[in-house]
């Protein structure tokens, strides 16, 4: 996988993974036109298309696109059930996770990601064992954010 | 519990939401004492934010803050750094430039507190700056978290090496990583971080991960118990074993074993490594994916062993599904189309074959989108399988019913894509009649492509020559602004070439232009075939000369200046064609609407084709003005076209029948010099320009000279550019460019003045044929500094047989960039891509200069300006044997001066790099250092980019 990025329906990115070396200008420039491109599919459209020379895979979850580059040899469905692992480990995370869980803990949606897929490939695929290395992280922590408590309490 | 409906929102996930929003809309005036509380008051206030204006004042004025407190004499707690660091992030990544807090964030890395090094890892990773202090202090921490024992500070760091995967940190970690990855001792987590990362660093420094001594113990992480470890080691082994198969080839058994016993486990065997009933896809995925590295396993056994695995993937996709879950069935075909691609990959089992045609066709008509998508992507290779070919036009009615009612473009698009790979000779009119009529109402972003590919298959498969010249006026009429001059160009071409076919075109041309309002490249394609062939139907009193001259002339005043121009030629073809028609041609040519015309082409036109047919003797006329000879025979320009809008490797030709049988469109065999051509502008019917107006492209190879330089910038090969050989023959001009298991490319090469001539041998290692064997050469950077002509190669390499191909190479201006030759073939049924740089580097036009020791230093003060020296100073990388630096120095071309300089232990040497426009005159001092096995190095040349470039080249050399 070449990047990953997360953006709403009004187009605001969210969280951008990079996997290949690029400019700050470059990554600006792919965004606006991934997200252009993304934005403008209807609904009932298919989740691959080609896009320079690499392939994206899309999928919206209620308002935000979750959409992944992937190089000519990948597998483009088994990327799609990538991208739902990632939401399902934020969901599993946040309990119910929605577009403000992202915003408001930028950081945690990092982290995650980091524990699913590094360098661009799966790291880890169980959902138990990636919760397990997150929570244990959280329990390091000396005061647990607000934000998590909230609704885990 | 764990089951989020796409788009679809239960009535209680709704709830949850509302809440959280209160929650977070609150949260600032009810959260205390939480850990980053100014952080989310934050991102609130952004948030809050009712203009772009407003929320970069909050910005501003949160980064004055942040900066004052960073700057300020008290010292900051841990807790507030990671606070105003992960602000900066936050600013970051909203898309605002950051010029400060690395430091800060730096300091975090070395935090005994989980929290803060995570975030100093998490800045460090998105916001990495290449300041080269700041590296080290980032590879000292992480350097010391490597070396923690703490698994989860080990975890950190490799994934801030993996995130930021910089030379640098390849310098400092790539032989660390391989040891903590075999290590017995290491927890799985940390091998799985340590796989991953050592695979980015692969990526970017091939150079420096060597895995050497660790393959093995790498290769045996596929039995590994944990199959968290198995999935993130295989990404790793299957990069590896791309570069370097035969290292790897233990990995074959293991695979299979692997996968076998994967694909025959009960759906709960694996526990959560089972997804939604499907035991781990992504494994499965991934290990089908490496087998696709190598050829079919030779020991039967194994071979037996996987052919059973792929039988049983295509059993179970037979089997109703254990779960309605779109996740189940996606992650199944996941499955199922890796296994169909390794068995085209195969291409050897025609059973296998027709089985994956047959489920593809299944999908065609699939309500997934997906899946309909998938399957004409995945049929485009099997067309080109001479054991499915025949299986996947059955389906031809399916595919030509997507095109014409799939919602989605880019499912109509992979439609059309299979429609043209499984075209041949029984069905060609059938399909390019299709594609012609989806056309008419073809999205905008693909009819030029549809247009070159009806084209092509027009070309390719005409019997008779009238239904290819209909095709391409067809073309012309019902999509004329997507028709690009490669297209009209060949269709002249084909039709000067065959003359059986030249009173039918100029007949049909006339009709076309008889329609009121008709595209201008069909005015171009008409003004040039009457001027060429309107004899032929000028009996016929209903096309008489004049009738034929009044209609295009009637065309005139609504084209554009090139149109014009070719306008203008035919007049005069005309005026040779039908004496007749002088004296009308002469008044249109006087009027001052052309004579005076303030378009200095049109202008000139007009000026001397009217002297030309006012003074020139009717033989004359005729000899200037005769019929234009045959075209070279080329491939078609239009296929390279191709080639370059879908990119290397996109096009897939019908291969099957290559050989075009039944007689080429072109006509004679006689295959002209290669020269370079531009296409010129307006097609000169007068064929001033020598050469064809049409791309210069040989039959089924590459050399696209024209393609190359008409643009601005080269195709860029999808393969990676291999340059391990090249530096090796900066200094000398035979040998061995490349090896690999399969293929041996040896070059000789020699030089003379700014010619060069370079024998390319390319050697079949293997016992199987390559098939459609292909070699382009491009040169990337300034255009033109070389140019190279080539001969085509054979498309096909017998088992063990070598091939050559001979490049001419002509040095115009400098240049620092190497040529690139790409290379694509096809191997038991797999596309190889190869690229890699044609050692033509800019000394190798150097012509010795003899001088004195006083003559030397004379021109040393000459050259003294700054910008004319380059200097580097480089440790040796071999032996500073005399005698071995000597042969180098001679090799590079120059002359070895003796007795220049008042050392004796420094070379000095001269020389003349010759280049079409001038001349370059160098000067090269070398002065080793045997104590500290170092040289200086020092250029002085006449041009600047020249010092410059030699010297590069140079360092690496000794």
Redesign the interface.
Known sequence: MQFMLLFSRQGK?RL?KW?V?LSDKEK?KITRELVQTVLAR?????????WR?LKVVY????SLYFCCAIE??D????T???I??Y??LL??YF??V?E??I??N??KA??IL?EFL????????????VLK?IE??DL????????V???YE | ADVIATARWTNQRRAALSQRKEAYAYMPAVSKGDGMRGLAVFISDIRNCKSKEAEIKRINKELANIRSKFKGDKALDGYSKKKYVCKLLFIFLLGHDIDFGHMEAVNLLSSNKYTEKQIGYLFISVLVNSNSELIRLINNAIKNDLSSRNPTFMCLALHCIANVGSREMAEAFASEIPRILVAGDTMDSVKQSAALCLLRLYKTSPDLVLMGEWTSRVVHLLNDQHMGVVTAAISLITCLSQKNPDEFKTCVSLAVSRLSRIVSSASTDLQDYTYYFVPAPWLSCKLLRLLQCYPPPEDGAVKGRLVECLETILNKAQEPPKSKKVQHSNAKNAILFEAISLIIHYDSEPNLLVRACNQLGQFLQHRETNLRYLALESMCTLASSEFSHEAVKTHIETVINALKTERDVSVRQRAADLLYAMCDRSNAKQIVAEMLSYLETADYSIREEMVLKVAILAEKYAVDYSWYVDTILNLIRIAGDYVSEEVWYRVIQIVINRDDVQGYAAKTVFEALQAPACHENMVKVGGYILGEFGNLIAGDPRSSPLVQFNLLHSKFHLCSVPTRALLLSAYIKFINLFPETKATIQEVLRCDSQIRNSDVELQQRAVEYLKLSSIASTDVLATVLEEMPPFPERESSILAKLKKKKGPGAVSVPELDDKREGGELNGGGDRGPDTASTPSPSADLLGIRSAAPIGATPTSTGSLLVDVFSEAGPAAPSAAVNDDGFLRFVCKNNGVLFENQLLQIGIKSEYRQNLGRMYLFYGNKTSVQFASFTTTVSCPGELQSHILSTKPVEPLVEGGAQIQQVLNIECLTDFSEAPLLNIKFRYGGALQNLSLKLPVTINKFFQPTEMTSHDFFQRWKQLSQPQQEAQKIFKANHGMDTEVLKAKLLGLGTALLDDVDPNPENYVCAGVIQTKGQQVGCLLRLEPNGQAQMYRLTLRCSKDSVSMRLCELLAQQF
């Open positions: 990115l951008q996997y070396p600006k209807k609904p009932k459209m298919c989740s691959f298309l080609e020379d999928k919206r979850y209620a000519e040899q597998n483009e469905l088994i799609l059930e990538i739902h692992r939401v399902e969901d599993k309990g119910s929605c403000l869980d915003i408001f930028f950081e990092y982290f980091d590094l360098g661009g490939e799966a790291q880890e695929t169980s959902k138990k064992t290395a244990q992280a390091l922590q000396e005061v647990r954010p607000h934000v408590t909230l609704h």
